[in-house]
């Protein structure tokens, strides 16, 4: 018997008044749910495992939907994402109970699955800031930009402390020490959420990966965390604590595993840290088919998850796949059946995403709201990632002050395989999942574009990828740096710039071409050769869309303040090397930046 739109929201009105609030319209509607109505609220599916059969999701009134890396819609303009967002919330309203979907997504560093939005720097760049402000303003504005496509919980902020930049996901991290992680990781809590998680403009939060993501041995992406519980409670539990006091209303819990033991199946650290000690309220989510990884026997995997505590599991494969939904489903509702998962918990399971989509206002309204869509990529959004950039940037060296450069240069030779490449710019998770060279999003400058904008004379300016073009008497800017990538993909043994990058630097050194490098990295990298034979050199890390950013530090519009985020190797035989180590000889200490004097800041 489907209930009316009418009747549903008298009821939910009706208990808010009761004066009992959320809590009671949730007890209401639990009441007249069935068990497999419950177990669809704890199913999140991802988009390519459903959109050849969308009906799915009203026969199994699936809780929630996602955008994984992998996820390719059609038309990935605002207005495309925002069609497709549309379409799939309205089978919602097809299901007996009408509870409305939430929709997850990757939002890390902007909206940044949307072609147009402005892609923000990569954390490592906002730690590098030190600027909760900045932090908060690009979490706000990247909200702003997901409710205008309709999605509204992003996968973020990743509060990782990464502890060896082997690991291929240390660019999503603040940093490395607990302190600054937690205060960043906070503010994009407060920047996302709001005000009010009902607010049109807000996107719910998800602080991820629990526990311990960034502390794996080797920095092996999923690896193992092989650190006493002080240990893991000093370094790795404080941007938990200090994002749920910001609000965070859904956990991620990581691949890694905590000495030995998979933490998709801690009961421990979900159940009586997480839920328990730190009275976390709001939904825990596996990550992308995390609970698979526990063991081979799919029911085992289920049992020893829903028991530990996860409250939504994040499934990837679709009808005739193994460990798909519907088997999910039926194996999960089985284990109910025969009592290894108590009703209780599946009662706590779904009173959690409840009463997370109540208090998000989902009941009330589900769809786009089309004025915001006009905002995406707007000027104002570009300026505050723009603003976000220059404070990113860390000077490690500037000899002679060749920086900051004249506007009124003879001529500035634009160098470097990233000078002129968004893709490099941005990073991972841009567009596609792992990123790519290229102009993957429109809008945005290139370094190339912003250093043409800042001179008084463009034709001053000349692109010369190899440096070939340069001569005694210019001035070298050259851009070098990663390829992009994401996760595993990123986990390296060596940290060395590419041989075709030190071959610019050096090139141009042998022409006596006084050169500033300009590093596109998600990580410390070994820079030796490339530092010694430049007069200066900027750590950009990941910048995203706003190159003009770059271009402010580089002409002295903006004078340098970010600091290390992380400590930076001399060699890979450093690596691991993290302030407080007992030796402690990095070629940079972390907080470490160089600054200009006389140079006029902008604000
Ligand atoms: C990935 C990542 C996680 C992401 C999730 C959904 O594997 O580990 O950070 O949010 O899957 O894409």
Request: charged share 20%.
């Amino acid at each position: 018997m489907k209930l009316s739109a009418a009747f549903l929201s008298l009821l939910l009105v009706s208990a808010a008044f009761a004066g009992t609030g959320t809590d009671a319209a949730v007890t209401a509607l639990m009441k007249k749910m069935t068990l497999e109505e419950k177990i669809g609220q704890m199913t999140q599916v991802d988009y390519e495992a459903v959109k050849s059969s969308p009906k799915d999701i009203i026969t199994y009134s699936l809780g929630s939907i996602l955008w994984g890396g992998n996820s390719e819609i059609v038309d990935v303009t605002p207005r495309g994402w925002a069609e497709c967002y549309d379409s799939l919330q309205r089978l919602s309203e097809k299901t007996r109970l009408r509870v409305p979907i939430l929709f997850g997504i990757d939002a890390v560093h902007g909206h940044n699955n949307v072609n147009g939005a402005v892609i923000f720097p990569h954390n490592v760049g906002l730690g590098a800031s030190r600027d909760a402000a900045a932090v908060q303003k690009a979490a706000e504005v990247t909200a702003r930009e997901m409710r205008g496509t309709g999605v509204h919980w992003a996968f973020a902020p990743c509060v990782a402390v990464a502890r060896n930049e082997r690991w291929g996901r240390t660019y999503e991290s603040f940093g490395e020490e607990p302190d600054l992680v937690r205060k960043l990781g906070a503010a994009h809590v407060k920047g996302l959420q709001g005000a009010s998680l009902a607010g049109k403009n807000t996107a719910l939060a998800c602080v991820k990966h629990y526990v311990g993501d960034g502390g794996t041995t080797n920095g092996k992406d999923q690896g193992n965390t092989e650190v006493d519980e002080a240990t893991l409670r000093a370094l790795h539990l404080p941007g938990y604590i200090d994002a749920i006091e910001a609000g965070a209303l859904s956990v991620m819990v990581s691949y890694n595993s905590w000495n030995g033991n998979k933490m998709h199946g801690n009961r421990y650290l979900i159940t009586d840290v997480l839920k328990g000690e730190l009275k976390f309220r709001g939904l825990v989510v596996s990550d992308w088919s995390g609970i698979d990884q526990l063991s081979p026997n799919y029911a085992y995997a289920v049992e020893q998850s829903i028991n530990a505590g996860l409250d939504m599991v994040m499934i990837t494969t679709g009808p005739g796949r193994p460990n798909n939904y519907e088997t999910f489903i039926r194996t999960l509702a089985k284990l109910v059946k025969a009592k290894t998962v108590s009703m209780a918990r599946i009662d706590d399971a779904v009173r959690r995403i409840l009463t997370v989509k109540m208090e998000m206002g989902l009941f009330e309204s589900r769809y786009t709201d089309a004025a915001l869509l006009a905002e995406v990529g707007s000027p104002a959004h570009r300026d505050a990632a723009r603003d976000a950039v220059r404070r990113s940037l860390v000077l490690l060296k500037n000899q002679g002050g060749l920086l900051p450069l004249r506007a009124d240069a003879r001529r500035i030779v634009v160098a470097g395989r990233s000078a002129d490449d968004i893709g490099a710019q941005c990073g991972g998770w841009t567009i596609d999942w792992q990123g790519k060279r290229g102009p993957v999003v429109t809008g945005g400058t290139t370094v190339l574009q912003a250093v043409k904008r800042s001179v008084s004379n463009p034709s001053a300016v000349v692109h010369s990828p190899d440096g070939r073009l340069a001569d005694s008497g210019d001035v070298a800017v050259v851009v070098v740096g990663e390829d992009p990538y994401a996760e595993m993909f990123g986990d390296r043994e060596d940290l060395a710039l590419a041989p075709e990058d030190v071959a610019v630097v050096e090139r141009l050194a042998a022409k006596g071409v006084p050169t500033v490098v300009v590093l596109f990295s998600g990580r410390p990298m070994i820079i030796g050769p490339a530092l010694e034979k430049s007069a200066a050199f900027v750590a950009a890390w990941l910048p995203g869309t706003e190159g003009d950013g770059v271009a402010d530090v580089l002409f002295g519009r903006y004078a340098p303040t970010a600091k290390l985020p992380h400590s930076w190797p001399r060699s890979m035989k450093q690596v691991p090397v993290n302030v407080g180590d007992k030796q402690y000889d990095p070629l940079f200490p972390y907080g470490f930046g160089l600054t200009y004097d006389g140079a006029k800041a902008l604000k």
